[in-house]
């Protein structure tokens, strides 16, 4: 039974930031693709970003610029930085790592950005 262990989430005032990390501790998995994601409650769970073994990388267009991705080199961490941050930043963030055989989630993080 692979578990994420999320962490970094909490209350940030507009314009600041924070860093999410998830891992998977003593999986013994290096994961092909790891992602994050959010969901606002009452709608869709929604992809942020994402990097693959071979370091490619996406982003959605809210976060160009403000988020960026990375991973350790063993592929079995990772992380987001969020600068910038907007009240419509505000949801639960969840990571999503991929192995060979299946994808798992995490629990979600909460991540509110207020004044």
């Known amino acids: 039974q692979v578990q994420l262990e999320e962490s970094g989430g909490g209350l940030v005032q507009p314009g600041g930031s924070l860093r999410l990390s998830c891992a998977a501790p003593g999986s013994g998995l290096s994961f092909t693709t790891m992602g994050w994601y959010r969901q606002v409650s009452g709608k869709e769970r929604e992809l942020i970003a994402e990097?693959?073994?071979?370091?490619?990388?996406d982003y959605a267009d809210f976060v160009k610029g403000r988020f960026t991705i990375s991973s350790d080199n063993a592929k079995t961490t990772v992380y987001l930085q969020m600068n910038s941050l907007k009240p419509e930043d505000t949801a639960v963030y969840y990571c999503?790592?991929?192995?060979?055989?299946?994808?798992?989630w995490g629990r979600g993080t909460q991540v509110t950005v207020s004044s």
């Open positions: 999503r790592l991929t192995g060979l055989v299946r994808g798992y």
């Open positions: 990097i693959t073994r071979t370091g490619y990388i």
